[in-house]
Antibody, heavy 124, light 108 residues
């Protein structure tokens, strides 16, 4: 059974940093691109960042470019999101999500499994 | 960036009725790389349709997707009580992989 479990969220002051983690199991982690998608309270979904299986291809939404860094450790079946210079606009539930298609970075793939998310609240 | 606009914002229907949801893209979606997701309160999104018209594993055949280019639809043939939820479209053919703002299907 595929499982994605996020952790690392919490209350943080504006301008500070936070590192999110996503522990994956139930599939061959290093075959798939992975993503972070966030959802502000009561709002819609916003894709944040994605990384291919080898970490050779990475992309960010403009809203986080230069502040957030995505990474993965295939030996630990884990995905990470380092978030710096946080602001109130970053307050959201952060989900990690898995590509449906293996090794599909250039071909494009929807997301077939999602974690329940970890809540990040940026407030003084 | 491809902007996806979903309509209507809210759809009020009764169980057994047919639901038709629209997703319009600001530019053509490459290779029909358009997906639909269902989200219920307190739950993660669930993939329903990808490639504009292919049902994901385990999705009932009352759900169908169609369209190409810039105009896509999700149809729910006969609404079951568990179908009342928020539905999002997503294009995944180009970066950033944008989502629409969602359509809420509520019980009338």
């Amino acid at each position: 059974e595929v499982q994605l479990v996020e952790s690392g969220g919490g209350l943080v002051q504006p301008g500070r940093s936070l590192r999110l983690s996503c522990a994956a199991s139930g599939f061959t982690f290093d075959d798939y691109a992975m993503h972070w998608v966030r959802q502000a309270p009561g709002k819609g979904l916003e894709w944040v960042s994605g990384i291919n299986w080898s970490s050779g291809s990475i992309a960010y939404a403009d809203s986080v470019k230069g502040r957030f860094t995505i990474s993965r450790d295939n030996g630990k079946n884990s995905l990470y999101l380092q978030m710096n210079s946080l602001s109130a606009e970053d307050t959201a539930l952060y989900h990690c999500a898995k590509d449906l298609h293996a090794t599909s970075w250039s071909r494009g793939s929807p997301f077939d499994y999602w974690g329940q998310g970890t809540l990040v609240t940026v407030s003084s | 960036e491809i902007v996806l606009t979903q309509s209507p914002g809210t759809l009020s229907l009764s169980p057994g009725e047919r639901a038709t949801l629209s997703c319009r893209a600001s530019q053509s979606v490459r290779s029909g790389y358009l997906a639909w997701y269902q989200q219920k309160p307190g739950q993660a999104p669930r993939l329903l349709i990808y490639g504009a018209s292919t049902r994901a594993t385990g999705i009932p055949d009352r759900f169908s997707g169609g369209g190409s280019g810039t105009d896509f639809t999700l149809t729910i043939r006969r609404l079951e009580p568990e179908d009342f939820a928020v539905y999002y479209c997503q294009q995944y053919g180009s970066s950033p992989k944008t989502f629409g703002q969602g359509t809420k299907v509520e019980i009338k």
